[in-house]
């Protein structure tokens, strides 16, 4: 199946190598415009959301298609999204 705008998706970039979680707005030949945070700082962000504190907000970005090695709907048993639901009560797409 085709990944479709408003999914959650797993970006894994190239030069530098990157991984973003985040929502898709677009994707065509120029590149990937994401809403989206780096997976580096994913548990933090959780554990901040989850605990009223103060966390950096996910941001849009504009990658272009050379620099995407992968791009991924996100599933998995619990997916990403998933786990961010049930860690902070809250729908990552309030985000």
């Not at 990403?80 to 797409?93: A, D, I, M, P, V």
Request: proline share 4%.
């Amino acid at each position: 199946m085709k990944i479709e705008n408003g999914e959650c998706v797993v970006l894994v970039l190239h030069t530098p190598r990157e991984k973003l979680l985040g929502i898709l707005d677009e994707i065509n030949t120029a590149g990937v415009h994401v809403r989206a945070i780096d997976l580096g700082y994913f548990d933090d962000w959780c554990a901040a959301i989850a605990n009223g504190e103060d966390y950096l907000p996910m941001s849009d970005y504009f990658i272009p298609m050379w620099r995407v090695e992968r791009m991924t709907r996100d599933e998995g048993s619990p997916s990403l999204t998933e786990s961010f639901e049930q860690r902070t009560g809250r729908n990552l797409g309030e985000f």
